[in-house]
Every structure is written in C-alpha cells, then in structure tokens.
C-alpha cells in the first residue's frame, strides 16, 4: 500500500511537470484561501483579545455601584430620600454575601500634587488595599500599591498613575521614597501604576489619578464620604445573584422597597464583557465565513482542473482497468492527487500567514498593534482552517475522482 502512494506521489509530480502554469495558478488559488481564512480569523483573535484587555483596564468582572434616591415609598416613608454610603456597611456586606470576594469604597475628590517646582491638578481616591486588584491597579517591579499597614497605621503613602509620574518626576524615573505634596499634605510615592490600555473609566482615566489609604483620607482630610463601592464575586456567573443581595442587604438597613431599582445605582461589567464576548463571536463567524468562500473560489479551480486531468487520462485509466485496477484504485489516486494540491496550497498558505503574524509581532510594529492588536494563530484558528481545507479539498476531487472510477475501460482506451 504504501509503494502505491509514493507511485501515486511521483505520478503527482510528473503531471506537476507537464502542466506548471495550470498547476501553478491551481496552487496559489487554494493558498490565497487559505491565507484569507487564517489572517482574517487571526487578526479576529488580535483585535477580540485587546479588546478584552482595553475592557479589564477598569477591572475585572467588577461591580460598582452606590446609594441613589429612592422612588417608591416603603412602609410608611415617602419618596426621594438619599441613600447614604457608609464605610459601615462594608462589614455587613462581608457578613451577609459570601459571594463577595473582594469590596472596597471609593472617595475621590480633585487635588494639586506638588514636586518641586512641578504642580499638577489630579484626582486622588481614598480606597482600601483590595482596590488595586479590583481595578487592575498594577504596580511596577519597583514599588507597591497601598497595603493594609498603610490602612491601619493611616501612612500618608500615595500610589500614582504613570502618566502623573512622567509629569512630575520625568519620563520612566523611579519616584519610590520621593515625597510629594498634595494638598500641601506631604505624602511618600510608594508605587507607580505599570502602563495599561484603559478604554473605559469615571473620573479619568487611572494613568492620570493618584491613590491614598481610605483611613488617611479620614485622617488627613477630615472627609467620611463615600462616592462608590467596587466589589468582585468570586465566580462571574454569580455576580447577578450578588447584585440581588446586595438590593436586599440595603433594602433592609435603610428600609427601601427592595424592588426599587433606582435606590441603588449599579454599573455592572460582567454585562458588557458578555455582550463583547457574544459580538466578537459573531464577528469571527462572519470572518471565517469570508475566508472560506475565497478559499471555496480556489477549490472551484481545483474541481475544474481535475475533471480536464481525468479527461486528458481517460487512455491512462482504460489500460488501467484492463489490467486490474479497481474503481477504488482509481478514485483514491484522483482524490490523492486532488489532496496534494490542496495540501501544497495550505501549507504554503500557513507559511505565508505565519510570516505576516511574524512582522506584526517586531517592536517596530508596536504602535499599530496598541490599537488593532496583535493577529494570533491560535489552535483553534489552525483547525478552523485545516477542517475547511479537508472539506473543500474532499469536495473538489470527489465528483472528477468518482467520474474517473465510474469509467467504461473499453470507451477509455477508444478515446
């Protein structure tokens, strides 16, 4: 059996000989499809995964929310009464929600951070240590993001955003230990944010802030107020049965009718990485179906050039019969041949790809791939591509092979 195939594979080669240009157009046909299906669906993966990551620059499967005015009377209280935030209710949270994995307030308000004789306006937020790993706050390999001693001790340390420290300190400068003034408050930097694409915020964006312990904004400042709470469920699938204890745990504190929606403002993420998630899924559909109807064009080629092989073989395949070869026999080498064409094209396809995937990973490209992100030839790409190949492959040799088999010897070898 395997003598047959490489006689077939050499068979293969000599009509490769014979007929290049028609071989050669058949080949690039099937490899522009197979380059279509594989960048299309790979800058599809490029442009879903730095979506996602823009996204997670606010945080990660977060909720955020905070008291609002109720708009239905409840056991005897009007309407339009202010729903308090309160650092007390933080406990309760705790004690009553064991989906809640992390929660922290938010208190922001607008300040000037001095150094030197630079003097920037910014906004600062008194916040607890789990608000970095909420928000994606991630310090670089030379500091820290403010911790629970900070808390406890009411430190006067400040995390900032990268971007505030190129302003104040230089660009890439390592302001650890430096003290600043904010508010004519002296504060020590104890960590500068790592850079991070950030597409959605409030309040600006996090490059730009600066972060205190919640306790040193009491402290320092003289405030108790609470603008949010940021927490996280510790499954995403859930946060909404988080979201409905949370309406209750309220409801019950503050007595609010629990099905007033508008007593409790809620921004919930989960929603709209599910709605990213769900798009980005129609959009590789549509992509790969574009790609496989270029690579459909090529394998219409192919079929056509196959029926002219068996055609101008007919003499070839009538001997053959004559002396013993099956229907079998014949359609296997037709489908065999069809394969190797098909095979040639895809891997030159692959090739070509994994060259253009290649460039867009250089440094030089960097900038472009900030924005559209940088094209992936995952597994799944990889298989999605190889399945439409088998398909379109199969598709065009079955008919030209099926009418080679099916052939009269004697009206073969009369031809």
Known sequence: MFSLYLKLIGQFY?????????????????CWGTIAVVLLLAFGVGVEANSMKAMHGLGTNILIFGGNRTTKAYQ??????????????IALFKEKIPEMEFISPEASWDAKMSYKKETRSIRCSGIYPEFGELRNLIPDNRGRFINRLDMEKKRRSVFIGNQLRDE????????????????????????????KTQTSSYGGRDKDNAYIAYSTYKETFGHTNIQRYICRAADPLDTPRMRKAIYQVLARRYKFD??????????????????????????QIFLALGGILTLIVGGIGVANIMYIVVRERRREIGIKMA????????LIQ????????????GILGFAFSYGVVSI??????????????CPEISPMVSLCALLALGLIGFAAGFAPARRAANMDPIQALEF
Request: hydrophobic share 45%.
């Open 323 to 330: 002396l013993g070869a099956t229907p079998n026999n014949i």
């Open 168 to 195: 104040l300190f230089g660009k890439g400068s390592n302001p650890v230990g430096r003290m600043v003034l904010m508010n004519s408050v002296p504060f020590t930097v104890v960590g500068v944010m790592e850079d």
């Open 14 to 30: 000599q009509d490769m000989r014979r007929q290049k240009l028609r071989t050669f157009l058949t080949v690039c046909g099937i």
């Open 334 to 345: 037709f489908l065999m041949e069809t394969f190797l064409i098909v095979s040639l094209g």
């Open 360 to 373: 867009f990973k250089l440094p030089l490209l960097e900038t472009v791939t900030t924005y559209v992100g």
């Open 258 to 283: 629990p099905a007033d929606e508008e007593a409790i403002w809620m921004w919930d993420t989960t929603q709209g990485e599910q709605f990213i998630k769900l798009f980005f899924m129609a959009f």
């Open 76 to 89: 005897g209280l009007g309407i339009g009464r202010w729903i308090e935030n309160r650092e007390g209710d």
